[in-house]
């Protein structure tokens, strides 16, 4: 497996984050954690994810944008190229000592995406994708699961915490997959699932409002991965929707039309 000199970038960021984390989750009890709403937290960890980061990627390419959670957008003067970064997917897992959580880098290119990177420091899963080039888990080459029925698969899901109003909207999408597959998953870091999707450990996934670093890397490493990824309506993401929903080609078409049913009326 060949990486371009810009995949090799975001990955040495990625590794390097993953390693500041790694070391604060070992200690984690010690870490200042703010709150930015209700069930809503940052801490230490995410911001020192984010400057190592952040100094990595304009170290080698200064003229890029910048899109990252934990900091002020840097709009950059090459108005081409923009980095979109998650330090720490999955905060509140960290925050309890749960070991999925991950860094997502995500590379664009005229608003499309052109690479991605997902990296898990407590599994050492490194996930990459480069626009018509494939996606890899470490070396290996990825392909979506290949089931066709929804009754045989397993599902993952984000699910609204605290703070959110769509509660009651996601009890009636949950209610509709559950009566149509094997399983629903929830694990709690978006980038992850969707890198699950590109693997075949999930055979699709459903959330809606999130951010565009939550989905920019998963969403090409599902698509180099040979799946299907996009808004609730089949429309190409845009990644500002906050939507995304993703699998084989007949899973993403069959989860699309369940995510979609009305509210039963008894
Ligand atoms: C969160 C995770 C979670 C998803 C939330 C995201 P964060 O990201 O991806 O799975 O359900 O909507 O905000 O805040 O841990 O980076
Ligand atoms: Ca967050
Ligand atoms: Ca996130
Ligand atoms: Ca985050």
């Known amino acids: 497996m060949a990486r371009s000199a810009l995949l090799n970038v975001m990955v040495q960021a990625a590794l390097k984050a993953g390693k500041s984390l790694a070391r604060d989750f070992g200690e984690v009890q010690n870490l ?13 960890a995410d911001r020192k994810a984010e400057k190592i980061i952040r100094d990595e990627l304009l170290k080698a390419r200064p003229t890029y944008g910048f899109l990252g959670e934990e900091s002020e957008e840097i709009k950059g003067t090459d108005g081409a190229h923009r980095w979109i ?3 720490l ?3 509140t897992n960290f925050l309890h000592g749960i ?5 997502s880098i995500a590379l664009e290119r005229n608003g499309e995406v052109v690479a991605g990177v997902v990296f898990n420091p407590a599994t050492d899963e490194l996930y990459t994708a480069e626009r018509g080039s494939g996606a890899f888990m470490n070396d290996r080459r990825l392909r979506v699961a290949a089931r066709k029925v ?5 599902i993952g899901c984000g699910m609204p915490h605290l703070g ?4 009651g909207k996601f009890l009636v999408e949950l209610r509709h997959v559950m009566g149509e597959v094997s399983g629903v998953r929830r694990l709690g870091a978006a980038a992850l699932d969707l890198a699950y ?3 075949g450990r999930f055979d699709g996934f459903w959330e809606n409002n999130l951010s565009a670093w939550d989905i920019a890397a998963g969403m090409i490493l599902i698509r180099e991965a040979g799946g299907f990824a996009s808004e609730w309506d089949g429309g190409a993401n845009s990644l500002e929707s906050g939507e995304i929903v993703a699998g084989n080609e007949h899973i993403h078409k069959a989860l699309m039309e369940v995510i979609k049913r009305p509210i039963p009326t008894k």
């Open 32 to 44: 200042q954690v703010s709150v930015k709403g209700p069930g809503d937290y940052v801490s230490q």
């Open 85 to 87: 970064v998650d330090p």
């Open 89 to 91: 997917d999955g905060t």
């Open 99 to 103: 070991p999925q959580f991950a860094v």
């Open 150 to 154: 929804l009754s045989d698969c397993v």
């Open 164 to 167: 959110r109003g769509n509660h």
């Open 197 to 199: 999707v590109a693997a």
